[in-house]
């Protein structure tokens, strides 16, 4: 049993924190990050004491860095905005030398997926209006230290960015929440004026300004509700949060992946064996990774990993999908996905570890990308039967949108009512299924309308126009 599980008297907490932080920087220090791993992630599951929590989810993410998973972002994050977690962080000075709880988390989440992060960070600026005093200088100083702490920043304003200016500037309107947040803002170079906040929000040239459709986060906060109520020991809450989320993106199989784990860390072969399935059904490859995690292997002999493993993966042969360019406006059945500029060898990089089936919806007729600026995702008749399942051909998607331009577009299939809105938006990845009721064409027409009506969706409407002009003018 690890020695930060032991009770200890009267200061019992800070001790076990000592002990975690000394065990985690052994074996960070030491390169035995799949040790850690093993031990400090059923460790997190059931933890209890926010200090200690904390400090498992640290090392966590420092021994994973991209790979990082939700919950251990989201405790980071958390902690933030929790005045009583930056005393408590204080007692750590031994290990963490002049750091601040800002200072060291911030350095942390750096190691982390940017867009994990992104999307847990979102409701603590959701969180600043409704705030009381105290809660709302830990926020507005978790925001600033997280998104402005670079000089360059001000330069750079992201969409998540904007957010957070936007967001303060509603506050500012209280003339003496500036008075008491002047120095603040000041502290990193921001103006405290809710106008000038709002001049310098709209100053993201060059990137895209206004929001996604409220459905895109709706459906990544159901995801992270579903990670977070699952830990919280409801598990038939979470399952059924889970369903809801996954019939609004059924391809965030990282989702069922989370669920395997966590029912590994509880030893439960049943439950994780019933995850699992569900994840090879929509994870082509990389099964035999999955079964190598340290935590999988803690859990279960090796016999029954090998059994496991021996069924082999199993994937959608016969599919057909069609594409349809919503932003900017493409020709029929194609959607552009262009290239950022200075983006061609990560690019390269990534199609080529792409799987070979699902490289040839990307159109690329020759071997390498000299001369080209894009691809032409399209299907053509002959590539009914293509060895690549749709799940396969979304996360290549996904892999590539950190290098291309904002585009908008949408997949479906041939007799069948469900379409995919694709929407890749300053590098971001995002995916919602539209449920129809059937396949119809009048059908697809009128809950397309009405969603453009809802949403005062101009691009949604302008497509209508281009594909059924007839039915749009009736």
């Given amino acids: 049993m690890p020695l930060f599980y032991k009770p200890w008297g009267k200061r019992q907490r800070f001790k076990r924190s000592f002990a975690a932080f ?16 093993a031990r400090f992630a059923p460790a997190f599951n059931t933890e209890e004491d926010a200090l200690v929590k904390l400090v498992l989810a640290i090392h966590l993410v420092l021994a994973t860095k991209e790979e990082a998973q939700h919950p251990w972002i989201a405790a980071l994050i958390a902690a933030l905005a929790d005045s009583d977690a930056f005393d408590d962080f204080h007692t750590l000075q031994p290990f963490i030398g002049s750091y601040d709880l800002f200072e060291y988390i911030r ?24 705030a009381y005093d105290i809660e709302q200088i830990c926020l507005f100083q978790a925001i600033f230290e997280l998104l402005f702490s670079d000089k360059s920043s001000l330069q750079d304003i992201t969409p998540i960015r904007q957010k ?88 965030r199989t990282e989702m069922y992946i989370e669920l395997a784990f966590y029912y590994a860390a509880l030893k439960n072969l049943d439950r994780f064996k019933e995850y699992l399935l569900i994840c090879r059904r929509n994870y082509r490859e990389g099964m035999k990774e999955l079964l190598a995690n340290p935590v999988v292997v803690n859990a279960f002999p090796a016999n029954v990993l090998a059994d496991i493993l021996s069924t082999g993966n199993t994937h959608y042969l016969n599919w057909q999908r069609r594409f349809t360019a919503i932003d900017p406006a493409g020709l029929e059945d194609q959607v552009l996905l262009q290239f950022k500029a200075g983006h061609k060898k990560e690019i390269e990089t990534t199609y080529q570890s792409i799987n070979a089936d699902v490289r040839k919806y990307l159109n690329l007729d020759q071997p390498g990308l000299t001369g080209i600026d894009h691809f032409v995702l399209m299907h053509n008749s002959d590539r009914v039967y293509a060895d690549a399942s749709e799940i396969d051909l979304v996360a290549a998607i996904k892999k590539l949108a950190p290098h291309l331009k904002d585009v908008r577009f949408l997949i479906y299939g041939e007799q069948e009512a469900n379409m995919d809105e694709v929407a890749i938006r300053n590098g971001l990845f995002h995916l919602y299924r539209h449920d129809l009721e059937d396949d119809f064409m009048e059908t697809r027409v009128a809950y397309f309308k009405d969603l453009a009506d809802r949403y005062n969706d101009v691009k949604i409407r302008e497509w209508l126009m281009r594909e059924y002009p007839d039915e749009m003018l009736q």
């Avoid at 065990?23 to 990050?33: C, S």
């Avoid at 989440?109 to 992060?117: D, H, I, K, S």
């Fill in 22 to 37: 000394l065990q985690g920087q052994v074996y960070l220090f030491t390169n035995q990050h799949q040790k850690l791993i």
């Fill in 107 to 130: 350095m942390v989440l750096g190691f982390a997926n940017r867009q994990v992060v992104e999307e847990n960070f979102e409701w603590v600026i959701e969180r600043l209006d409704k």
């Fill in 164 to 251: 957070a200016l936007l967001a303060a500037a509603t506050v500012m309107e209280n003339v003496k929440k500036q008075a008491d947040n002047r120095k603040l803002f000041e502290g990193y170079g921001l103006p405290s004026d809710p106008d000038k906040l709002r001049q310098l929000a709209a100053s993201c040239e060059g990137r895209t300004t206004y929001s996604l459709n409220p459905y895109f986060r709706e459906t990544d906060n159901l995801f992270r509700q579903a990670i977070t109520t699952m830990y919280e020991e409801d598990v038939t809450a979470s399952l059924a949060i889970t369903m809801e989320a996954f019939s609004r993106d059924p391809y």
